[in-house]
């Protein structure tokens, strides 16, 4: 069965490291996206791309990047990770065409991190 | 900023009654909206999508959209203790860019009460 998944499902990390999180498809999605969900905020959008070698930046893109080199993969990168982003990390994807109504999205099971 | 407003709740209804659960969004482009549920410590799945106006039954649930009013609301029906869970209200909307986001309310916490 197609599916989303998240590595690692927890990580505890120090401020200042970088930090990867995994996001892997087996959907075929072209829609990927990136959300962080904090008490009082709801989720999130921090990244997304429409296709491979395409991203973007969401609301809450600051310290985070992504890179999309095939269909099936968006790491997430916390290029020097602060206290701020301590969160529960979902990665999404959903079908559709670059640019056009992103549809129903699916979301992986989530990655705890915390930023000590 | 453009935002999807939902009652954080918690709304606590009787097993068997009908759970209402409210959403208001503020951009007039928005053309889809999806309702989403999350159980503790999971993550969001999506339980219904409503694209007109009108209601749209699946089962126990109804979506209901007002355009005119910028209204959605999600109807559960003959409540059941499983069906306690964050409900999350989400609209799609064009981007800066050009491009389709969803944007999230904060959720309504459902608790079902035996």
């Known amino acids: 069965d197609a599916e989303i998944t998240q590595s690692p499902r927890h990580k505890i990390t120090e401020t200042g490291r970088q930090v990867t999180l995994a996001c892997h498809q087996t959907?075929?999605?072209?829609?990927m996206f990136w959300y962080r969900q904090d008490l009082g905020h709801g989720l999130r959008l921090i990244h997304y791309?429409?296709?491979?070698?395409?991203?973007n930046k969401g609301e809450v893109s600051d310290g985070y990047s992504v890179s999309r080199s095939n269909t099936e993969d968006l790491p997430l990168t916390l290029e020097s990770a602060a206290s701020s982003q301590t969160s529960v990390y979902f990665c999404a994807s959903s079908d559709g065409l670059f640019g056009s109504a992103t549809s129903e999205q699916f979301f992986g099971p989530g990655t705890r991190l915390t930023v000590l | 900023q453009k935002e999807v407003e939902q009652n954080s709740g918690p709304l606590s209804v009787p097993e068997g009654a009908i759970a209402s659960l409210n959403c208001t969004y503020s951009d007039r482009g928005s053309q889809s909206f999806f309702w989403y549920r999350q159980y503790s410590g999971k993550s969001p799945e999506l339980i219904m999508s409503?694209?007109?106006?009108g209601d749209k039954e699946d089962g126990r649930f109804t979506a209901q959209l007002n355009k005119a009013s910028q209204y959605v609301s999600l109807l559960i029906r003959d409540s059941q203790p499983s069906d306690s869970a964050t409900y999350l209200c989400?609209?799609?909307?064009?981007?800066?860019?050009?491009?389709?986001?969803?944007?999230f309310g904060k959720g309504t916490k459902l608790s079902v009460i035996p």
């Open positions: 409503i694209y007109s106006n």
């Open positions: 959907w075929n999605h072209n829609n």
């Open positions: 791309s429409y296709g491979v070698q395409d991203t």
């Open positions: 989400a609209d799609e909307r064009v981007s800066g860019a050009g491009s389709y986001q969803l944007t």
